[in-house]
């Protein structure tokens, strides 16, 4: 089943933002990256003929996504990092999204589905890894614990090995703490920001860069942010003294 | 093509040519024949000599020496460039049939003028140096591979899916292939050539040679033996390269790799270990014999995913330092790396293997702490 026209216009629309994105990472950090997971999944959504699945299994042409597969960016922020023996580690992201297009740039949840799955690894005496994701909760599911619909997690064994060595860390569930969503375009700003500050500082340098951010900010982070604004009655934008914004998020450009 | 013939064109002409030739035809993979160049020592004379000869069928390729004014009996006022440069526009005009040419030299010489001279690297199919030893069984099966991928190309247009052997062709980085999905672009029989053996061929990705094919399922081929031939032809087979010259050049479809890695285990090949990949493939092919891969002495991780170009052995990234290329990469291609162990013992150092540039500052601060 071939996807209709407009459809298919409003995905090659998200496929240029993401090609635009590549361009920008191919210029900062030039051969440090490997941009074919973006450019396989930009590919993937200018396929007429491909319509990106659910967990569900359900098939709806007004779906939309993408999946990136093994996106890696350099770890740069090795000062911080315990054991000290790490000198060189790398971040990788695995990220799935799915989305309505009828809710895209409404004041709606952008999403049906994602999962921004984020794996660090290190090289010091051995080899050491860390993870943790952002997901969008199903919340058909029956669950214990009370989930935000978006939230982060921890793993310090992302690789789910049968011999991890724990080490004297105790480890339980992190708490499912709120995070705004994260796509590609925004993911980037967040995981340079956090683990390659100079490149983060050189791409806030990019007209483009910032264009997209805000693009993206407009339509992913201000329905979630006016949505938990709204709790309290009347939203009072005309008294909100708390400056600036920066303070509170950084990458909102 | 039965037995391709060759052309062979050199300023000099004693036993050492002769020895080169016989290398050659004592294999039987191609035939090679002499070409008196002190008959024609014009270059307008050369010229039309090869496109009669070419336009007659006489011969399917070139073995050309690239300094044909050098000290030689037979030297000529030009060199191998200046003669392949005007070949190629002869082709792409379609005045004559495209037809493979290979350049070789002595490896001081290829040093001192081809290196240096990088506009040239794009007109020769291959390159092989006139050592004391030349590897003929492996020079015959790459210009063998070169004369009969030309040849089918000549025989009629063809959907890049049959050239590159490959049907979904769009599941691939669209960069990739995108040069010759141009409408307007013109695109002659020895893009095709250059880009595989070229771009397709040297790099990683999208194809990988079988040491790193190896190297990404976490095996030591040595130890494993007979079961890593049995698993590589068996179990990874839909995923060999099957396109243009994949007699001469064996290779696997990086993403293939992954992909019946997955579907054999359901597991994600590169955030394994070694011994968790082997024990995996061993498990679920019960090919039992399959042995894995352990790192250089001064590397400690285990999830490989390329080699070390100096050693030959399996690498993690991670671990490695990319290595200096004379040309730049295209943005889907991946690095080649030396391991530490090598660049400490300047392994590979006479071929050429040296660690980039940006790499520097980073060895001298491991070598401080190795002090």
């Given amino acids: 089943m071939?996807?209709?026209?407009?459809?298919?216009?409003?995905?090659?629309?998200?496929?240029?933002?993401?090609?635009?994105?590549?361009?920008?990472?191919?210029?900062?950090?030039g051969a440090d990256i490997a941009t074919t997971p973006i450019y396989t999944a930009l590919k993937e959504l200018k396929n007429e003929n491909s319509i990106p699945s659910l967990k569900s299994g359900a098939i709806n042409q007004n779906v939309w996504g993408y999946d990136i597969e093994d996106f890696e960016i350099p770890l740069d922020t090795l000062k911080h990092v315990k054991p000290s023996s790490i000198d060189k580690g790398k971040v990788i992201l695995n990220l799935k999204v799915r989305g309505d297009v009828n809710t895209w740039g409404d004041m709606n949840d952008p999403f049906l589905e994602l999962n921004f799955k984020v794996d660090i690894k290190g090289i010091g005496d051995k080899v050491y890894h860390f993870g943790f994701h952002i997901d969008r909760h199903d919340l058909t599911l029956p669950n214990a614990e009370p989930h935000p619909?978006?939230?982060?997690?921890?793993?310090?064994?992302?690789?789910?090995?049968?011999t991890f060595d724990y080490g004297e860390i105790m480890f339980i569930d992190t708490p499912r703490l709120l995070h705004f969503p994260l796509d590609f375009i925004l993911?980037?700003?967040?995981?340079?920001?956090?683990?390659?500050?100079?490149?983060?500082?050189?791409?806030?340098?990019?007209r483009e860069f910032v264009k997209l951010n805000n693009q993206y900010q407009e339509i992913i982070w201000k329905p979630y942010y006016h949505t938990l604004a709204n709790h309290w009655k009347p939203f009072e934008q005309g008294s909100i003294t708390w400056k600036p914004t920066l303070h509170l998020c950084p990458t909102l450009l | 093509m039965n037995k391709p013939k060759y052309l062979y064109i050199d300023d000099e002409n004693d036993s050492s040519i002769t020895s080169i030739i016989n290398g050659f035809n004592d294999l039987g993979i191609i035939e090679v024949e002499h070409f008196p160049l002190s008959v024609f020592q014009e270059f307008g004379k050369l010229k039309n000599e090869l496109i009669q000869r070419r336009k007659n069928n006489a011969f399917d390729g070139l073995i050309i020496d690239l300094r044909l004014d050098g000290d030689g009996p037979d030297r000529v006022d030009f060199n191998a460039t200046s003669i392949t440069q005007e070949l190629r526009s002869l082709t792409a005009r379609g005045d004559i049939n495209a037809f493979p040419i290979i350049l070789c030299s002595t490896e001081p010489k290829i040093r001192e003028t081809y290196d240096a001279d990088k506009s040239s690297h794009d007109l020769f199919d291959y390159k092989f140096e006139k050592s004391i030893e030349p590897n003929f069984p492996k020079f015959s099966q790459k210009?063998?591979?070169?004369?009969?991928?030309?040849?089918?190309?000549?025989?009629?247009?063809?959907?890049?899916?049959?050239i590159f052997g490959r049907d979904d062709l769009n599941s691939i980085d669209p960069r990739i292939l995108e040069r010759f999905l141009e409408a307007e672009s013109k695109v002659v029989i020895y893009d095709f050539a250059h880009f595989a053996v070229k771009n397709l061929f040297h790099n990683p990705n999208p194809l990988i040679k079988e040491k790193i094919v190896a190297a990404r399922l976490g095996i030591d081929i040595e130890a494993s033996g007979e079961y890593w031939s049995t698993l590589i032809s068996d179990v990874f087979n839909s995923v060999k390269y099957k396109g243009l010259f994949s007699e001469g050049w064996s290779r696997w479809w990086a993403d293939g790799i992954i992909s019946v890695f997955k579907s054999l285990t359901d597991k994600k090949l590169s955030f394994l270990t070694a011994e968790e990949r082997v024990a995996l493939l061993n498990e679920k092919t019960n090919i039992k014999g399959l042995v894995a891969a352990k790192p250089l002495p001064l590397s400690k991780s285990t999830e490989f995913w390329a080699i070390c170009e100096g050693y030959k052995k399996p690498l993690d990234p991670l671990e490695g330092f990319r290595i200096y290329s004379s040309y730049e990469l295209k943005p889907w291609q991946e690095s080649k790396y030396l391991s530490l162990d090598a660049v400490l013992e300047r392994v590979g150092i006479?071929?050429?293997?040296r660690p980039h540039q940006s790499e520097l500052k980073r060895i001298e601060t491991i070598k401080q702490s190795l002090a």
């Fill in chain 1, 2 to 29: 071939a996807v209709s026209k407009s459809i298919m216009h409003f995905r090659e629309e998200r496929a240029r933002e993401l090609e635009r994105m590549a361009k920008l990472l191919e210029k900062i950090f």
């Fill in chain 1, 149 to 162: 619909v978006y939230h982060i997690q921890y793993n310090v064994n992302p690789n789910n090995s049968k």
């Fill in chain 1, 187 to 206: 993911g980037i700003g967040f995981l340079t920001s956090n683990f390659f500050p100079a490149a983060f500082g050189y791409l806030c340098d990019e």
């Fill in chain 2, 143 to 162: 210009v063998f591979s070169l004369a009969n991928g030309y040849h089918w190309l000549n025989s009629g247009k063809r959907p890049l899916s049959e």
């Fill in chain 2, 350 to 353: 006479e071929k050429g293997l």
